[in-house]
């Protein structure tokens, strides 16, 4: 019984995220075209329309499309079954753990859907401060950090269980 919760928060937890960010995605590209800028706080936060072909911070951009969508594919393949992994080792009673891991495993597989289906990913949470600029980001990538932060936490302050 304990199995089928631990399965079922995975499934809800993933499947929001998975959900937001695809309908998040889905009203920006229907609603702003490409390049679009709406401020929301001036100097801030903007919301912004933009596709990043590569990977984080524009890794692999200026790669052949094939050579990309190979090497995007694989290691989000591999980080989803290695997610998977994690997230089956860890025991019902860490559950801020196994979210975190469910976290990450939604924002992979969303990220992973734009990678599929449109050869990019859509980004649209622009954050800055004067010319200081974080590239843009969205849902999936979101659930990705604050997983990974999660897992962090654990990992430096020994909270992993030992049967991982």
Known sequence: MLARKKYLRLLLVAGALVLLDQATKLIIVE??????????IPGFFNIVHVHNPGGAFGFLADSSIV???????????????????????????????STAF??????AVGNMI???????????LDFH????????????????????????????????????
């Open 67 to 97: 050579w990309r969508q190979i090497v995007f594919l694989f290691v989000s393949g591999a980080a989803v079954f290695l997610i998977l992994y994690f997230y089956h080792r860890t025991p019902d009673t860490h559950l801020f753990l």
């Open 31 to 40: 609603n702003m075209r490409l390049y679009d800028v709406i401020t929301v």
């Open 102 to 107: 469910a976290m990450i495993f939604g924002g």
């Open 114 to 124: 734009d990678r599929v289906r449109l050869g990019i990913v859509i980004d649209f």
């Open 129 to 164: 401060i004067g010319d200081l600029h974080w590239p843009a980001f969205n849902v999936a990538d979101s659930a990705i950090t604050v997983g990974i932060g999660i897992f962090i936490y654990h990992l430096v302050f020994n909270k992993i269980p030992e049967k991982m």
